[in-house]
T-cell receptor, first 106, second 112 residues
Framework: GIQVEQSPPDLILQEGANSTLRCNFS?????LQWFHQNPWGQLINLFYIPSGTKQNGRLSATTVATERYSLLYISSSQTTDSGVYFCAVSGFSMRFGAGTRLTVKP | NAGVTQTPKFQVLKTGQSMTLQCAQDMNHNSMYWYRQDPGMGLRLIYYSASEGTTDKGEVPNGYNVSRLNKREFSLRLESAAPSQTSVYFC???????????FGQGTRLTVV
């Protein structure tokens, strides 16, 4: 099956800093999504981005499908950005990476 | 428009007991999924239903059964719960398989 690797596994930032999270996948996919799991466990859709670049406020994402990776950019981080960020890819069904745990300190 | 709704939110079972987790979506989606999340890990697919009337095994199906009751509802049954099934269970749906998925709020299950 498709392998999904996320890096880094853990990231600690000061409020206001920028960060880049990476997702590598082992095979061609039809779909790629980024999720934020907040401290209450809720999974929040960030981006549905099989290819190209999207932006939503301080967050943006880029997927280069031909090179099998995606990047999530967080600018001017806030404490509310803390949590775990998951990349998930799918052909027919969705496979998740292990996540990047982000801690933003005030 | 509630999206994906799971019940219950929390459950404690004794080893050997059975229970059914319920999931319903109001987005008229064709595909539905059940995942489990263990501490420090990503989500792993248990079963999915690409469309009403079909179900298929995912990565970790052992010990579970599913029923796609109708287009809206997809239930997950544990026939004889084991401590290894202690986990957080998420239901999800998408318009068709492989498109953007939306998740419920999760069910935290503890088997003692």
């Amino acid at each position: 099956g498709i392998q999904v690797e996320q890096s880094p596994p853990d990231l600690i930032l000061q409020e206001g800093a920028n960060s880049t999270l990476r997702c590598n996948f082992s095979d061609s996919v039809n779909n790629l999504q980024w999720f934020h799991q907040n401290p209450w466990g809720q999974l929040i859709n960030l981006f549905y981005i099989p290819s190209g670049t999207k932006q939503n406020g301080r967050l943006s994402a880029t997927t280069v499908a031909t090179e099998r990776y995606s990047l999530l950019y967080i600018s001017s981080s806030q404490t509310t950005d803390s949590g775990v960020y998951f990349c998930a890819v799918s052909g027919f069904s969705m496979r998740f990476g292990a996540g990047t745990r982000l801690t933003v300190k005030p | 428009n509630a999206g994906v709704t799971q019940t219950p939110k929390f459950q404690v079972l004794k080893t050997g007991q059975s229970m059914t987790l319920q999931c319903a979506q109001d987005m008229n989606h064709n595909s539905m999924y059940w995942y489990r999340q263990d501490p420090g890990m990503g989500l792993r697919l248990i079963y999915y239903s690409a469309s009403e009337g079909t179900t298929d095994k995912g990565e970790v199906p052992n010990g579970y059964n599913v029923s796609r009751l109708n287009k809206r509802e997809f239930s997950l049954r544990l026939e004889s719960a084991a401590p290894s099934q202690t986990s957080v269970y998420f239901c999800a749906s998408s318009a068709v398989s492989g498109t953007e998925a939306f998740f419920g709020q999760g069910t935290r299950l503890t088997v003692v």
